[in-house]
């Protein structure tokens, strides 16, 4: 019988998984950082106020950011692979940030120096929890007694189930990452327009609607989930928030009552893409049937 190598779970911060579900299930964090008035930081540090953070952005703070480097990436993977371990790593999306092409140089450099590991690099197409879910999926699979090969091509089968629907409170963000005009970010703070946003089927950021008011863009994104989820089996749907966490509970109490779902998991939007975000977003990850959306 062929001897199975244990194997890791391995994601990025901009996963935004909280730190005790990362503990439980022994998952390895590759950390992003970002710079505030001089000093770097890097998301996987716990004693980050994220509060404090989006604080600061609210008083017109502009932070940078800085995405896992391959270096990090192969010392993390070598680690693993010297005590015999295989690593499946899900990784931010490369369509937003460098971090997927760190971790596939990094896993390279891993398989030539240890040709026995398996080094699998996933590139989720996705952002903060909606990357989280694939990882909670994985956990789950490998727990119930999954292959390494077995998760990894459940997740490529999969990814374009993972379903992301989001909003912003100041468009003035998303103009200064260049993802909207700076024409709409006058005119739509002005109209107090928001935009609703997904991540499309290539990983990127795309606006889908835009809807008068920040109580009419919350419920916009539960409404959206219901042309997504049929067939689909939610049994938890994970909701990230840039400092709001009382919307992102009207929200979880608003998919309660229209779609019975009890579990749910919240965190914050790491400052790593909350820098891009800004205060205000709110975001809904969930399983469905496509990424396609007609604007």
Same mark, same amino acid.
């Not at 996933?122 to 952002?127: G, Y």
């Not at 990894?152 to 629907?165: D, G, R, S, V």
């Given at each position: 019988?062929?001897?199975?190598?244990?194997?890791?779970?391995?994601? @990025?911060? +901009?996963?935004?998984?909280?730190?005790?579900?990362?503990?439980? +299930? +022994?998952? +390895?964090?590759?950390?992003?950082?970002?710079?505030?008035?001089?000093?770097?930081?890097?998301?996987?540090?716990?004693?980050?106020?994220?509060?404090?953070?989006?604080?600061?952005?609210?008083?017109?703070?502009?932070?940078?950011?800085?995405?896992?480097?391959?270096?990090?990436?192969?010392?993390?993977?070598?680690?693993?692979?010297?005590?015999?371990? @295989?690593?499946?790593?899900?990784?931010?999306?490369?369509?937003?940030?460098?971090?997927?092409?760190?971790?596939?140089?990094?896993?390279?450099?891993? =398989?030539?120096?240890?040709?026995?590991?398996?080094?699998?690099?996933?590139?989720?197409?996705? !952002?903060?929890?909606?990357?989280?879910?694939?990882?909670?999926?994985?956990?789950?699979?490998?727990?119930?007694?999954?292959?390494?090969?077995?998760? !990894?091509?459940?997740?490529?089968?999969?990814?374009?189930?993972?379903?992301?629907?989001?909003?912003?409170?100041?468009?003035?963000?998303?103009? =200064?990452?260049? =993802?909207?005009?700076? !024409?709409?970010?006058?005119?739509?703070?002005?109209?107090?327009?928001?935009?609703?946003?997904?991540?499309?089927?290539?990983?990127?950021?795309?606006?889908?609607?835009?809807? =008068?008011?920040?109580?009419?863009?919350?419920?916009?994104?539960?409404?959206?989930?219901?042309?997504?989820?049929?067939?689909?089996?939610?049994?938890?749907?994970?909701?990230?928030?840039? @400092?709001?966490?009382?919307?992102?509970?009207?929200?979880?109490?608003?998919?309660?009552?229209?779609?019975?779902?009890?579990?749910?998991?919240?965190?914050?939007?790491?400052?790593?893409?909350? !820098?891009?975000?800004?205060?205000?977003?709110?975001?809904?990850?969930?399983?469905?049937? @496509?990424?396609?959306?007609?604007?």
């Amino acid at each position: 019988m062929e001897n199975v190598r244990d194997y890791v779970i391995s994601t @990025d911060t +901009n996963s935004d998984l909280p730190f005790s579900f990362v503990d439980e +299930n +022994n998952i +390895n964090l590759l950390a992003l950082g970002y710079t505030m008035d001089g000093v770097t930081r890097f998301t996987d540090d716990r004693t980050i106020d994220q509060h404090e953070f989006y604080e600061q952005m609210r008083a017109g703070k502009m932070p940078t950011t800085t995405q896992v480097n391959p270096e990090q990436a192969e010392k993390s993977f070598k680690q693993f692979a010297s005590e015999g371990k @295989d690593v499946l790593h899900i990784a931010f999306s490369s369509e937003l940030s460098g971090s997927y092409n760190s971790a596939e140089m990094g896993a390279k450099e891993t =398989r030539e120096q240890y040709p026995e590991a398996k080094i699998i690099v996933i590139d989720s197409l996705s !952002a903060s929890l909606g990357q989280g879910l694939m990882v909670y999926y994985a956990v789950k699979m490998r727990n119930e007694g999954k292959s390494i090969d077995e998760v !990894a091509a459940w997740l490529e089968e999969h990814k374009q189930n993972f379903l992301h629907f989001f909003t912003v409170e100041d468009l003035n963000h998303l103009y =200064r990452g260049g =993802r909207v005009s700076k !024409a709409t970010a006058v005119v739509g703070t002005m109209l107090g327009i928001k935009p609703v946003m997904h991540v499309d089927a290539q990983g990127r950021l795309v606006p889908i609607g835009k809807v =008068r008011g920040r109580k009419q863009s919350l419920l916009n994104l539960v409404n959206r989930m219901e042309a997504k989820m049929e067939g689909f089996d939610n049994d938890v749907v994970f909701i990230s928030h840039g @400092d709001c966490l009382e919307e992102a509970q009207f929200c979880a109490d608003e998919i309660k009552k229209k779609y019975k779902i009890k579990n749910f998991i919240f965190n914050y939007v790491a400052p790593s893409i909350g !820098a891009h975000s800004g205060p205000g977003t709110l975001a809904i990850f969930f399983l469905g049937k @496509d990424r396609h959306e007609d604007k």
